[in-house]
């Protein structure tokens, strides 16, 4: 993945976002049963699979990428762009630092979590992991928009701009 690859997937973020900024509050909130229950919740746990394995991983800038449970229910869609914009920063700076080294393994503890267990990841590897797991629930979250009645966004390839 380069810069304006990663360009496309931010574009394509940017829909989604702007369209859940028009949403009822309460139905960006309401639990449907599925994937992380909410909009909220599943967008919050993309942004923080961009703070964990980039922001933390990859390059050590924080030990504690995953927001807390208890702080879901304070959060809005600005809360969550906050956090986007800080993945995009991260994502940048792998593509800057790495740029050379994108196949060289990374072999260390994962920082969150209390386990000892050494793991070897190419931060090649976790990019294109933290942005397929965000299409993935990309999808699901187009499912609960649409669950809930909504006409959801265009954010297919044909949506884009070249």
Known sequence: MNKNEYEW??????TLLNFCRRMDAKDFTSELG???ESVRDTLVHVANCYHAWLGSYVLLKTKNPITPKDMLPTMGIEEIIELFDQADTYVNDVLQSFATKMEV???QTI???ESNEIISLTPQKLIVHVVTHEYHHKGQIMAMIRQMGYEPPNTDVLGTRD
Request: net charge neutral; proline share 7%; charged share 40%.
């Open 9 to 14: 997937v931010k574009e394509n973020r940017e």
């Open 34 to 36: 599925f994937g992380w």
């Open 105 to 107: 393994a990374i072999e």
């Open 111 to 113: 920082p969150w979590r």
